[in-house]
């Protein structure tokens, strides 16, 4: 049942690597981290552009006043274009483009801290790795991506869960200002007191109302951490599932405390990452259910419910074992649990667009697949796809379901902004008929969820 071992250094790499693999054969692999594993999904960035898209033209803009006569351009010869960040996303068409023109942002990088204000102004071609390392500096940190290679655009537009969302919110409700570019090349700043509209609306919102420059975000102070990775053999994974239970119920209310779990179901293993926000000696008592565990080598949203979530873990391993068949294929589940601080945030910074549940604990169920023959495609999304809905209709039935997708892990097909509720997606296009009344980043714009 589980008998590629192989692949778990793989996807250990993943976590410290990602998407940056040089090794032409790694590339061949293709990623699915999406809820459900897409039709045709690709790395969308390898790091040295040597991405499976072959876009037209690249264009690598250093300032704002660049993106908007690289927008003005674009706007006036209607190519199709794509926006990327940090290249994370591995939706075909998202951060990169076949035959149009990809606006890179890499250059616009600069990480600028105001220690009066403790705000840090950061650049949209940032990946949290750098601005966590500007940030040490000062004992502050963001609340960014939980792997450094993600890039800093696409995880704030998409909501962004962070290592300590648990005691500072989301990503994107600790954003105090958007420098936005609109289709026309206008520069605007978005905030609470000017195009709050639009502030609410980027706050989720993603890529549909201009090419985001420059974040300001509040830091939070942060000195040294508590944390690690535990392996368990998958024969664990009841136990393991259990314990993420538990550690809902009881101790995520210790709001230093934040973990994350990878069920890697076809490799065998489970990986529990466990960080704890203080600088302590040993385990804290938040983390005493991953303890009593016997620990060795081996190793949807719904709401939080002991045994839907023993349902998830066995419609996980079956998604796995289907998957078993399709050459180099492992599904990982990862379990991301979701506290009511976590949610909450946004009522103080204007609210946002998400839509979310509040007062409630739930989980944030990922599926991610890899595979290697491209023939293999259709076959692995479609179990992936058939294992969330299986999940989600087995919370419907208990009551227990969410409308509510987790942008920065859904799958393209997935109807993210609807999960936002009529009122807010409704909210959403008057923004974006207001500051893009031609629809560039409807129509022209190949990458994200559109309105
Ligand atoms: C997990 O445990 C089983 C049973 O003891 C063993 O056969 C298997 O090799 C272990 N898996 C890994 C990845 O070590
Ligand atoms: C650009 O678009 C914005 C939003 O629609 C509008 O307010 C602004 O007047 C436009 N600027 C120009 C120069 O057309």
Same mark, same amino acid.
């Not at 940090?86 to 998202?94: E, I, Q």
């Not at 919110?169 to 105090?176: A, S």
């Not at 609210?351 to 998400?354: H, P």
């Given at each position: 049942m589980f008998s590629k071992p192989s692949l778990t250094t793989f996807f250990l790499l993943l976590s410290s690597r990602a998407f940056q693999l040089a090794d032409p054969e790694a590339n061949a692999l293709r990623l699915s981290p999406a809820k459900t594993a897409c039709s045709d999904l690709r790395i969308?960035?390898?790091?040295?552009?040597?991405?499976w898209a072959t876009p037209e033209c690249i264009v690598c803009p250093r300032s704002a006043a660049q993106v908007a006569s690289v927008l003005q351009t674009i706007t006036a010869t209607g190519a199709p274009f794509a926006i990327r960040s940090?290249?994370?996303?591995?939706? =075909?068409?998202?951060s990169n483009i076949e035959g149009g023109v990809l606006i890179d942002l890499s250059r616009i990088n600069e990480i600028t801290y105001n220690p009066l204000s403790t705000n840090v102004v950061v650049g949209t071609g940032n990946r949290w790795g750098a601005v966590y390392s500007a940030l040490e500096a000062h004992g502050r940190t963001a609340v960014g991506g939980r792997v450094s290679p993600v890039g800093v655009g696409g995880f704030l537009l998409g909501g962004g869960l962070s290592h300590v969302s648990n005691e500072y919110?989301?990503?994107?409700?600790? *954003? *105090?200002d958007y420098e936005v570019v609109l289709a026309n090349g206008t520069i605007v700043n978005a905030n609470t007191n000017s195009h709050s509209e639009l502030y609410w609306a980027l706050k989720g919102g993603t890529s549909n109302f201009g090419v985001i420059t420059r974040f300001t975000l509040k830091t939070v102070p942060m000195s040294k951490i508590w944390g690690g990775v535990i392996t368990y053999n998958a024969t664990q994974a009841e136990a393991v599932i259990d314990a993420i239970y538990t550690y809902q119920t009881e101790h995520i209310s210790d709001l230093k405390s934040a973990i994350s779990v990878q069920f890697i179901l076809g490799a065998g293993v489970v990986l529990v990452t466990l960080m704890y926000a203080q600088s302590i000696s040993s385990s804290p008592v938040a983390f005493a259910p991953f303890d009593s565990l016997p620990y060795n080598f081996y190793t949807t949203t719904v709401d939080m419910h002991k045994d839907m979530y023993q349902d998830i873990l066995s419609i996980a391993t079956d998604t796995s074992e289907k998957i078993a068949k399709y050459q180099g294929a492992a599904l990982i589940f990862v379990a991301q649990t979701i506290s009511p601080t976590m949610t909450a945030g946004s009522a103080k910074t204007g609210?946002?667009? =998400?839509g979310l549940p509040q007062n409630t604990n739930m989980m944030w169920v990922n599926f991610a697949a890899a595979w290697e023959l491209p023939a293999d495609d259709d076959a692995v999304a479609k179990a992936c796809k058939y294992g969330i809905q299986k999940i989600s209709r087995t919370a419907r039935a208990k009551g227990l379901s969410r409308d509510y997708l987790f942008m920065n892990d859904a799958g393209e097909d997935q109807d993210v902004l609807g999960s936002y509720g009529s009122e807010n997606r409704a909210g959403l296009r008057k923004v974006a008929r207001e500051v893009d009344p031609e629809g560039v980043f409807q129509i022209l714009e190949t990458g994200g969820f559109k309105l």
């Open positions: 969308a960035d390898s790091g040295d552009h040597s991405s940090g290249g994370h996303s591995p939706n =075909l068409g998202w919110g989301l990503g994107c409700d600790n *954003v *105090v609210g946002n667009a =998400l």
